[in-house]
């Protein structure tokens, strides 16, 4: 059983930053993909980031392109997703998830089937 755990999430002003990190456990995935979702109150489930098992190259949702940094730790199996400049609408809960195709990742409202593993979410709370 794959099991992916979220960590950094809190509460913060606005503007500053925050990283969260994501570490799976249970076997190693590999030719898997790893993403950033979030969801806000009464809003469905976004994409935030993604990045390709193979060569790292990433991509982002329109809300965060330029703000946010998805990055991966091949050596200590870790991903993680820096958040600056940090704004109101940035709150959420963020899902840390895993899947082998690409285009179902980077799906921008995909059905939690769609995506085959998920974390069970980290909150930030971004205050003005």
């Known amino acids: 059983q794959v099991l992916l755990k979220e960590s950094g999430g809190g509460s913060v002003q606005a503007g500053v930053s925050l990283r969260l990190s994501c570490a799976a456990s249970g076997r190693t995935l590999d030719y898997y993909h790893w993403g950033w979702f979030r969801q806000a109150p009464g809003k469905e489930r976004e994409f935030v980031a993604a990045?390709?098992?193979?060569?790292?190259?990433?991509q982002y949702g329109d809300s965060v392109q330029g703000r946010f940094t998805i990055s991966r730790d091949r050596v200590r199996d870790l991903v993680y997703l820096q958040m600056d400049n940090l704004k109101p609408e940035d709150t959420a809960v963020y899902y840390c998830a895993a899947e082998n195709n690409w285009k179902t990742m980077i799906r921008e409202r995909p059905s939690i089937q769609d995506i085959e593993y998920w974390g069970k979410g980290t909150l930030v709370t971004v205050s003005s």
């Open positions: 990045i390709y098992w193979s060569d790292d190259v990433t």
